[in-house]
């Protein structure tokens, strides 16, 4: 793997955790629930394995089928998804998706990394680095959504546990 793509792979990974930490343990209904407009679990959870198919595709130009596409259809907007698939396949979904990129960052070279973006991110490396490192910003964005949804639907915040990893602990600061 090119050196410059290993902290985003590690992102990835560590992504991948985090959002199946915040689907954990949540019931279907609360993961649909929606109040005031913002996005609910099962959202976030469809819009960011549409995203990693996109980076898949775009950026590594080794795409794979998309489960979601069908739940999305042809606007990605929330208020025109009808029906939603379960948690299950999400999570399984999510898991593949990030499966699948690691495998794309071990394909890919630094003509291609260092090659122009293909879409306006907004971010000032004007490369297919550039673009994937803000795909990858994106990631946590909604993840940081998704633990705040969590906690207002009762459940304990997301964890930081590291699934096949050393648990991981808060040191305080001094």
């Not at 990835?12 to 019931?27: A, E, F, M, Q, W």
């Not at 949804?149 to 590291?162: F, K, P, T, V």
Request: hydrophobic share 35%.
């Amino acid at each position: 793997m090119e050196p410059g793509l290993e902290p985003l792979h590690a992102m990835i990974r560590l992504n991948t955790d985090l959002l199946l930490n915040c689907l954990d343990g949540v019931s279907e209904e609360d993961a649909r629930h929606r109040e005031r407009g913002v996005n609910s679990l099962s959202y976030i959870a469809l819009h960011l394995i549409d995203t990693r198919h996109f980076l898949a595709a775009d950026s590594c130009g080794n795409p794979l089928e998309n489960p979601v596409t069908e739940a999305l259809g042809e606007n990605i907007k929330i208020e025109d998804i009808s029906r939603y698939p379960g948690l299950d396949d999400l999570r399984k979904w999510w898991t593949a998706a990030g499966d699948h990129l690691g495998h794309c960052f071990e394909e890919m070279d630094s003509a291609r990394l260092l090659s122009p973006k293909t879409q306006p991110f907004p971010i000032e490396h004007d490369s297919v680095l550039g673009g994937m490192a803000f795909l990858i910003h994106h990631e946590a964005y909604h993840i940081g959504q998704a633990g705040i949804l969590r906690r207002q639907l009762g459940y304990d915040a997301m964890s930081y546990e590291r699934r096949g990893q050393p648990r991981f602990s808060h040191h305080k600061l001094t």
